[in-house]
């Protein structure tokens, strides 16, 4: 059947199983638009109030669902407001098709209204890329970033489609066949499985250091079978936070900078680490002089580019984790170590505890936990409030946290929100944000609204930007540099004028009174948190330092 090339598009997103695209039309994707408008009965479009917003809630749609995230924008500016939600989605491994609109191919490079090479703009934060020249090569070419996107390191792809490629005509073949994707290398050879069985029975203090590849890779059964056969703890970076239940006796939580004491010091300690789908960032491990001093490492990950990076390993696994994950097990036998997990318990009661007050981030955090539940979806902008939640929120399902890891996104969190309550199909989902984070992207309240989501929203208000005022304090002898926001903002009054619920909490009974609240409505509800301004994120390891150097006490 003949179809226009905006036709194709949209049939072969339904065809690739699309069911959701965030976005925002403008005039270089009108045909896109009119051609969505006439299968709405088969694919639903979320308006956002911003492409940005668009692109974080595509990025968190994915993150919840599994599923590639698909984003619209039209040329010029609407494209270039994708580029930090592309990169953000670049840099934690997210599959995302953002499909933009440009000017005709004759006009492409003469500066035309509106035009942006966003080809050449987003290459270095894309798995791949493509400008459409021909409509024959539409269909392939959106078959294709569906692979690239969804396939090996999963990440965002770019389709840029100009406006004569929407209006050319050409036959849409529903029987072409899907691309393949091809493995480079089978998971694990013999030889580094026998050095490896070495290794772990050489061990007396192993460690599992488990990332966002885990989740990924669907294999965190494999994850915790390998911690319980090897009797070893597991550190978790902030991307693999959900990896393992938090309920687990051998989660010790989030190693690295912020993470918990007993975690990074377990992994300091370890004299084997199995790293799995993780990339070592330098927020993860400090000084790399002191990290791996002490042990022997496994590095396993599907993306070989990261072996060697940031750290050189013994023995390097290249291949999917669940199927080398699989393989090691069927081989490794059952350890008991009984003076590591001491050790380990010693470390746990030198951990540094929140002061008691009643009303801290510690408290609110952990009354937002009760009011969930282990499939509770939970976003977060980037700060203090963040790390805050990796610390204090007892995550026990995979894909239940949406969080900027890479990049660090302020304003990343609305909009992932609003994507992960759509991914789980209108249930009760959890913002967590900071009054300097929540500011960059609060116009997408408007989307949570007009879409009737049941997001709640719980601003961590200190009146400051917490986390660089917090290195202020530590490492700038408090010179407190355009970081005393001095805002009037009314955060409880603006929900109200977005049309949502908005309440102002300065006790404990205060937030137990609005999540009362929005555990019964059906729509938005900010909490407005009034907390100290001094409160920190401890520990704290100073960047490129090790355990040694902790900072345990405010």
Not at 119 to 143: A, E, S
Not at 517 to 531: S, W
């Amino acid at each position: 059947m003949k179809m226009k090339g905006a036709q194709i598009l949209v049939e072969e997103l339904i065809h690739q199983g699309v069911e959701v695209i965030f976005g925002y039309p403008g005039g270089s994707v009108l045909d896109i638009y009119d051609a969505l408008y006439n299968a709405s009965d088969r694919i639903k479009h979320v308006l956002t109030a911003h492409e940005q917003g668009a692109a974080h809630a595509a990025d968190g749609y994915a993150r919840a669902s599994g599923k590639v995230g698909v984003v619209f924008a039209t040329s010029g500016p609407g494209a270039t407001n994708l580029v930090t939600g592309i990169a953000n989605a670049y840099m934690d491994s997210v599959p995302m098709v953002a499909v933009t609109g440009n000017v005709a191919v004759p006009y492409l490079g003469k500066d035309s209204f509106q035009e942006v090479d966003i080809v050449g703009v987003t290459m270095p934060i894309v798995k791949h890329n493509f400008t459409v020249r021909d409509i024959n090569d539409l269909q392939r070419t959106i078959k294709e970033a569906f692979v690239f996107a969804n396939e090996g390191r999963k990440g965002p792809v770019v389709i840029d489609i100009p406006k004569d490629i929407q209006n050319a005509m050409c036959e849409y073949d529903e029987n072409m066949p899907e691309p393949k994707y091809i493995k480079k290398k089978k998971a694990g050879s013999v030889n580094d499985m026998d050095a490896l069985m070495e290794m772990i029975k050489k061990a007396k203090k192993p460690f599992i250091y488990a990332g966002g590849g885990v989740i990924a890779a669907g294999a965190e059964k494999e994850v915790l079978e390998l911690s319980r056969r090897l009797d070893a703890p597991i550190g978790l970076s902030m991307m693999g936070l959900t990896a393992v239940p938090a309920s687990y006796p051998l989660n010790l939580g989030m190693c690295g900078m912020h993470g918990k004491f007993e975690s990074t010091k377990a992994q300091s300690e370890c004299d084997l680490m199995l790293a799995v789908g993780v990339r070592f960032s330098d927020r993860a491990i400090g000084d790399r002089d002191e990290y791996t001093k002490k042990c022997m490492t496994v590095h396993i990950d599907i993306d070989r580019a990261e072996f060697g990076k940031n750290i050189n390993p013994d023995i390097s696994m290249w291949g999917d984790l669940k199927e080398i994950l699989g393989k090691i097990l069927e081989i490794t036998p059952e350890y008991s170590h009984p003076e590591w997990r001491a050790e380990i318990e010693e470390y746990k009661a030198a951990a540094v505890q929140m002061p008691s007050t009643e009303f801290n981030p510690r408290t609110i955090i952990e009354e937002v936990n009760r009011h969930g539940n282990p499939d509770t979806i939970v976003a977060t902008d980037v700060g203090q409030h963040q790390m805050w939640t990796m610390q204090y929120y007892k995550f026990e399902k995979p894909q239940t946290l949406l969080t900027s890891g890479g990049l660090g996104t302020m304003g990343y969190g609305l909009g992932a929100a609003i994507g992960g309550c759509v991914a789980c199909g209108g249930k009760r989902t959890v913002l967590i944000t900071g009054d300097g984070s929540f500011g960059m992207n609060l116009n997408e309240m408007a989307t949570a609204v007009s879409q009737n989501l049941p997001i709640t929203i719980i601003v961590m208000n200190n009146e400051v930007l917490g986390m660089v005022r917090q290195w202020q304090t530590i490492f700038y002898d408090g010179n407190y540099s355009q970081t005393v926001l001095n805002r009037k903002t009314d955060f409880a009054a603006l929900a109200k004028a977005f049309g949502a619920e908005g309440f102002t909490a300065y006790t404990m009974s205060d937030l137990k009174a609005a999540l009362d609240v929005a555990d019964r409505v059906a729509g938005p509800v900010l909490i407005d948190c009034h907390i100290d301004k001094d409160e920190k994120v401890l520990p704290m390891i100073p960047p490129g330092r090790s355990i040694k150097h902790a900072i345990l006490k405010g």
